[in-house]
């Protein structure tokens, strides 16, 4: 599968943002999908999942309560809301898909696919 994250920009800090992730290829195998984010010099950080058979869904500390991960179609599988931003949200936010088990979704290890990301900025 490959896959397009979207719909990044600038907003103020409060502000929101949906992002969007493109895909293309088989999609209905999956067992999971997710958010990341990264930013110069760090690691990339788990934002948002969500098992695929089950849409039970997975939430960083950091974004819980403001951030949600939804499903959409199979050309936009998955969606990510973004509420009250910080300027900590500042990133380029990633798309992934995996389709083994093992693992938990919250392991950037275990994707088997990535996008391209989408940058997010957060002015204070």
């Known amino acids: 599968v490959q896959l397009q994250a979207s719909g990044g920009g600038l907003v103020q800090a409060g502000g929101s943002l949906r992002l969007s992730c493109g895909a293309s290829g088989r999609t209905f195998s999956l067992y999971g999908m997710g958010w990341f984010r990264q930013t110069p010099g760090k690691e990339r950080e788990f934002v948002a999942g969500?098992?695929?058979?089950?849409?039970?869904?997975f939430y960083g500390d950091s974004v819980k309560g403001r951030f949600f991960i939804s499903r959409g179609n199979d050309l936009n599988p998955i969606y990510l809301s973004m509420n009250s931003l910080k300027p900590e949200d500042t990133a380029v936010y990633f798309c992934?898909?995996?389709?083994?088990?093992?693992?938990?979704?919250?392991?950037?290890?275990?994707?088997?696919?990535w996008g391209q990301g989408t940058q997010v900025t957060v002015s204070s």
């Open positions: 992934a898909a995996r389709y083994g088990a093992r693992g938990t979704l919250d392991s950037a290890q275990t994707y088997d696919y």
């Open positions: 969500i098992h695929w058979t089950t849409s039970t869904t």
